[in-house]
């Protein structure tokens, strides 16, 4: 069964980091883009980042570039998003998803999804 499985969320305040981590089992990530994606209440998911399957390519919307970093690690099956300088707006639930392909695109139609994990920036 093909599983990817978010950690790492949780409150934070305002200029606060967190580390997100997504885990994949039952399939192998070498050949899976991941991407991460965000849904604050009461509004649409939007995509955040995408990282290729080599880990030489990175995308981030304007909204977290130069404060959000993507990487991965393929040996642990394992894709991070490191945030920092948080803010309020950062508050949602974050997935990530895997498309097998070896480049990002700009799409929500992934092959799989975890569950999400909740971030919330709030002093």
């Known amino acids: 069964q093909l599983q990817l499985v978010e950690s790492g969320g949780g409150l934070v305040q305002p200029g606060g980091s967190l580390r997100l981590s997504c885990a994949a089992s039952?399939?192998?990530?070498?050949?899976?883009?991941i991407g991460w994606f965000r849904q604050a209440p009461g509004k649409e998911r939007e995509g955040v980042s995408c990282?290729?399957?080599?880990?030489?390519?990175?995308k981030y919307a304007d909204s977290v570039r130069g404060r959000f970093t993507i990487s991965r690690d393929n040996a642990k099956s394992t894709v991070y998003l490191q945030m920092n300088s948080l803010k309020p707006e950062d508050t949602a639930v974050y997935y990530c998803?895997?498309?097998?392909?070896?480049?990002?695109?700009?799409?929500?139609?992934?092959?799989?999804w975890g569950k999400g994990t909740l971030v919330t920036v709030s002093s």
């Open positions: 039952g399939f192998t990530l070498d050949y899976y883009v």
């Open positions: 998803a895997a498309l097998r392909r070896h480049m990002c695109v700009n799409t929500s139609a992934m092959d799989v």
């Open positions: 990282i290729s399957t080599s880990g030489g390519s990175t």
